[in-house]
């Protein structure tokens, strides 16, 4: 994302909206600049904020002329009042950050918007996760705080070292240069995103001890986690296998996603090829 | 991705909060005419007096202006638009609708049982929610996803009210920076509670965002602080 400073009159909104507080206010070009480093390219700059196309020369004047007066300027506070937000061409690596932060591109891989796979959410139609298992979903970078493909591939290495299988549409999954070990492609390690999911699936024999595997990696990594754990109910809708287990290991278990089993299968197709956003795992 | 699973908040916060999702399977199995099952989803729901409605492709029922009139700082339309977001439903993506009275869910899930759309539908809210929208349906869960919460480096993360506010986008899309913004211009009373939730709720990407549960919080952020 490229801020044109030719139309930016440093009125301060995009500063506020950034999650990743990555935009500040230049003091000595007096204009908006974003930090390339810390932008994660998910575009909220661009697509939250209303865009007015206000002249820029005219709003600055009447912006200097009410600060010599100190009187305080109140536009609606996610405008940009002269539309100064311009996205540029995003080449590799850096454009997996936009497809793991802005949740409108899906990813080639999973065809789901978003930075993950349908999960339990379409369980009732894939069974995915059957009776027995446990489906992780592991997100590095939730919420607000971001995560580098350093910090998840400390996670993936770890997971895949004690013999896990990643869930194979997983976007994360399809970076990997060595799905056996957990290792992601070099050329990305140093790009930041919103947050990534890692995904995995293990038999409830093997929750808790994941649980705390993953408790020693959150330990080394700059990010937070959230964890979110999928089971299959039995006949009667009820959980009485994992759910102990979670509170056992001290969760409180307030909020769920509850997959109600409406989904009906179509007829089988053929599956397409895994490939993440158009670039090739090597 | 999971989107709406991991809010925070206690599951008493929750009580003004459940979304009923539909998609259908992008895989082998896909389902046949989903796009109609979607838009029948949405427009069955505006039947149920939601809070808000999207798509994960274009939005939510209250969304940003591409050419905003200057004069609307004096009399912005903060009111949904839910038609809007029916019109809108091009594509087979993930369909959103949101409650904030359990009624209203409970019964907009029977409908949609009733209607048999072929589609996975999931309901997320606090656990004894979802279960009473099951049992109103009279329908067993299939599966449940449950949110372990936030841990790690949690000294990166701001304060509950702040946190309330930001994880109703669960992708991230409403920074803390501006939900805590919100809260200083409804205790300075430069801006009414529904006026800031309008604000956060145009930064969803897909509908999720709960304004009624926001407008509370936002509410009783002016006199406590958390």
């Not at chain 1, 770890?158 to 050329?187: C, H, Q, Y």
């Not at chain 1, 056992?248 to 509850?258: F, Q």
């Not at chain 2, 009399?75 to 949904?80: E, F, L």
């Amino acid at each position: 994302m490229q801020i044109n400073p030719k139309k930016c009159v440093a009125c301060g909104n995009c500063t506020y909206v950034c999650p990743m507080g990555a935009i500040y206010i230049d003091p000595v070009l007096k204009r908006a600049t974003i930090d390339r480093d810390e932008c994660v390219e998910c575009y909220t700059c661009f697509n939250g904020l209303s865009q007015e196309h206000l002249n820029p020369t005219l709003v600055r004047t009447v912006r200097k002329m009410f600060a010599a007066m100190r009187i305080r300027f109140e536009p609606e506070p996610d405008v940009c009042p002269t539309a100064a937000f311009e996205p540029d061409e995003l080449t590799w690596p850096r454009v997996v950050r936009r497809a793991f932060s802005d949740p409108r591109v899906p990813h080639e891989s999973t065809g789901v918007e978003g930075r993950g796979t349908e999960e339990v959410k379409t369980n009732d139609v894939t069974g995915r996760v059957g009776p027995g298992d446990v489906g992780f979903t592991i997100e590095l970078g939730r919420p607000g705080v971001g995560a580098r493909f350093r910090d998840i591939q400390e996670m993936s290495r770890a997971l895949a070292a004690a013999g896990v299988a990643f869930e194979k549409k997983n976007p994360i999954t399809s970076l990997m240069s060595d799905v056996a070990t957990g290792t992601i492609r070099e050329d990305i390690l140093d790009e930041k995103v919103l947050s990534a999911i890692v995904e995995i699936k293990v038999p409830v024999a093997r929750a808790e001890e994941i649980i705390r595997l993953v408790w020693e990696v959150e330990k080394r990594i700059d990010t937070v986690v959230s964890i979110g754990a999928g089971v299959r109910c039995d006949a009667h809708g009820d959980d009485t296998v994992v759910a102990p287990i979670l509170e056992r290991l001290g969760y409180d278990l307030a909020r769920a996603k509850t997959n109600i089993g409406l989904g009906r299968r179509g007829a089988p197709a053929e599956e397409p090829a895994l490939v993440v956003s158009g670039f090739s795992r090597t | 991705m999971t989107n709406t699973l991991h809010r925070f908040g206690s599951a008493a916060s929750f009580d003004d909060d459940f979304i009923v999702f539909a998609m259908a399977c992008k895989g082998p199995f896909k389902q046949e005419n989903a796009l109609e099952g979607l838009r029948r989803f949405l427009q069955i729901a505006i039947e149920y007096g939601p809070v808000n409605l999207g798509d994960a492709r274009h939005g939510g029922a209250i969304r940003p202006s591409r050419q905003m009139n200057p004069f609307a700082h004096w009399s912005r339309d903060n009111r949904p638009d839910f038609q809007a977001v029916v019109d809108g439903l091009t594509d087979v993506t993930t369909c959103a609708a949101v409650f904030d009275d359990r009624d209203k869910a409970e019964q907009f899930v029977k409908r949609i049982k009733e209607e048999n759309l072929g589609l996975s539908v999931n309901v997320s809210t606090s656990i004894a929610g979802a279960e009473d929208c099951c049992a109103y349906a009279g329908i067993p869960r299939h599966s449940v996803g449950y949110s372990l919460g936030f841990e790690g480096k949690t000294e990166k993360m701001p304060n509950a009210q702040v946190m309330m506010l930001s994880t109703m986008c669960g992708h991230g899309m409403i920074s803390h920076s501006l939900a805590k913004k919100m809260i200083d211009f409804v205790k300075e009373n430069r801006r009414t509670p529904e006026q800031c939730a309008a604000t956060l709720t145009r930064f969803c990407s897909c509908g999720v965002f709960n304004p009624s549960r926001a407008t509370r919080i936002l509410e009783d952020a002016r006199t406590k602080v958390s």
